[in-house]
C-alpha cells in the first residue's frame, strides 16, 4: 500500500509529485487516473511509473524471456538493455522480449496541475497571511526532455525543489507589502513567479504553463475589522452618493436657470442681430448711392482726363517738330563747319607734305655730293699708293 504523503494547510492540501511502480507498462493509464482521486492516494499526483517484473507461462520453460511487452501511447516511454539507457520506445507490442531488455520508465505527458498553498507568510506590517498558489505544468515538450527529467531530477526532488520555489516565492512576495495590498499582487506574481520558475525548470524537461494565486486569507480578527471598514466605507459611500444626488438637483436647477437666462439672452442677440441687419440693408444702400455718384464723377473726371492727355500729345508733337528743325538747322551749320576745317586741313598737309619732300630731295643730293667727295678722295689715294709703289720697285731697281 502506498503511504499518504497528505500536507494540509489551513483546509488547502498541498500536492506531492510521486514516482509510482506498476506491474506492467499498460495500466499506466489506470495509475495516471487514479490523479485527483483522494480515496486512494490523497494528493498525490503520479508524474513517473516504473513498471516492474510480471510472470508469464514462458516463465516455467524459459526464464526471463516474454511473449511480447505492450508499449502505451501517450506518455513519453524509455526503455535500457543491459541497464543501459536507449532513448525511447515506440507504441506498440514487441514480441519476444527478452529480460536484458526493460521499460524503465513511463512519464506523464498530460498537463498537471499541481497546488501550492502556504500558511502564516508574514507581510511587511508583520500580518500573517495564507495564500493558495495553483500550478500547471507539464514535462516536454519532446522525449529528450522526459529523458532530462528523469535522470537529471526525478519526481522527488521535482517535488521538493517545486514545493521550496513556491513557498520562498510566495513569502517573499507577501513580506514585500502590507496586508491590504496582498490581494492587488496575483497577476504580478503569477507572472514573476512564471517566469522565475520557467527559469530554473527548463533545463530539466519542465515547462510551467500557468501560474495563479486562487485566495488571500487574512487573520479571521483583521478580516472582520476589514469587514467593518468595509461596510463603513460602504455607508460612507451611500451618504456620498445622496449628497451627490443633491448636489446634483442643486446643479439641474442651476442648469435650468442658466438655460433661462441663456434662452433671454438668446432672444436679445436675436432682436440685436435684427437690428444690426436693418443697419447692414441701409448702410448698403448708401454704398449703392454712393458707387453711383463715385461712378458719375469718376466718368466726369475721366472726360477731363482725356481732353488733358489729347492737349498734352497735341504740344508733344509740337515740340517734336520744332525739335527736329532745331536739330537739322545745327547739323547742316557743323557739317558746314566741318567741311572747311577738312579742306584747311587737306591743304596744310599738302603743303607740309611738298616740303618735306623739298627737304627729302635736298638731303638726298647733299648724300650724292658726299659720296662722290668721297669716291674722288679714295680714286686719289689709290693712284698715289700706286704711284708710290712704283716709286719703290725703280728704287730696287
Request: with cysteine; aromatic share 8%.
Amino acid at each position: 500500500m502506498y503511504e499518504n504523503h497528505t500536507l494540509t494547510l489551513q483546509g488547502y492540501e498541498h500536492s506531492v509529485l510521486v514516482q509510482r511502480q506498476i506491474s506492467r507498462a499498460t495500466k499506466c493509464y489506470e495509475e495516471f487516473s487514479k490523479y485527483g482521486r483522494h480515496d486512494e492516494y490523497g494528493n498525490e499526483i503520479p508524474i513517473v511509473l516504473v513498471p516492474g517484473k510480471w510472470c508469464n507461462l514462458l516463465d516455467i520453460f524459459i526464464p526471463g524471456l516474454r511473449i511480447g511487452e505492450s508499449v502505451p501511447s501517450g506518455p513519453y516511454v524509455l526503455w535500457t538493455k543491459w541497464g543501459r539507457d536507449m532513448g525511447a520506445l515506440e507504441p506498440g507490442v514487441r514480441w519476444i522480449w527478452p529480460f536484458w531488455k526493460k521499460i524503465s520508465h513511463i512519464v506523464s505527458a498530460s498537463t498537471i496541475t499541481y497546488l501550492a498553498p502556504s500558511s502564516g507568510c508574514p507581510t511587511a506590517d508583520n500580518v500573517p497571511v495564507d495564500v493558495d498558489v495553483s500550478l500547471t505544468f507539464k514535462i516536454g515538450p519532446d522525449v529528450e526532455a522526459a529523458r532530462l527529467f528523469v535522470y537529471r531530477l526525478g519526481a522527488h526532488r521535482f517535488d521538493e525543489m517545486l514545493s521550496a520555489e513556491c513557498e520562498e516565492a510566495i513569502r517573499g512576495l507577501v513580506y514585500s507589502v502590507t496586508h491590504d495590498r496582498v490581494n492587488d499582487l496575483k497577476e504580478e506574481f503569477a507572472i514573476d513567479m512564471k517566469a522565475v520558475l520557467n527559469e530554473k525548470f527548463a533545463r530539466y524537461g519542465v515547462q510551467i504553463l500557468f501560474v495563479k494565486v486562487t485566495d488571500v486569507k487574512l487573520p479571521m480578527e483583521l478580516m472582520d475589522r476589514l469587514e467593518s471598514t468595509t461596510a463603513f466605507k460602504t455607508k460612507m459611500g451611500e451618504t456620498e452618493k445622496t449628497h451627490e444626488n443633491k448636489v446634483q438637483i442643486l446643479k439641474d436647477k442651476a442648469t435650468l436657470d442658466i438655460e433661462t437666462i441663456r434662452k433671454t439672452n438668446g432672444r436679445m442677440v436675436q432682436e440685436i442681430q435684427a437690428e444690426k441687419e436693418r443697419y447692414e440693408i441701409e448702410r448698403k444702400e448708401m454704398e449703392s448711392v454712393a458707387r453711383g455718384e463715385a461712378k458719375v464723377e469718376i466718368a466726369k473726371q475721366t472726360r477731363l482726363a482725356e481732353v488733358k492727355l489729347k492737349t498734352a500729345q497735341a504740344n508733344e508733337v509740337i515740340a517734336k517738330i520744332r525739335a527736329n528743325e532745331r536739330a537739322e538747322s545745327l547739323i547742316r551749320t557743323t557739317e558746314i563747319a566741318c567741311q572747311n576745317k577738312k579742306i584747311k586741313a587737306e591743304k596744310d598737309a599738302l603743303v607740309m607734305i611738298r616740303k618735306s619732300e623739298a627737304v627729302l630731295q635736298v638731303a638726298e643730293w647733299e648724300s650724292k655730293a658726299m659720296i662722290a667727295s668721297e669716291k674722288a678722295e679714295l680714286d686719289g689715294a689709290f693712284i698715289l699708293l700706286s704711284f708710290l709703289e712704283c716709286l719703290e720697285l725703280l728704287f730696287i731697281i
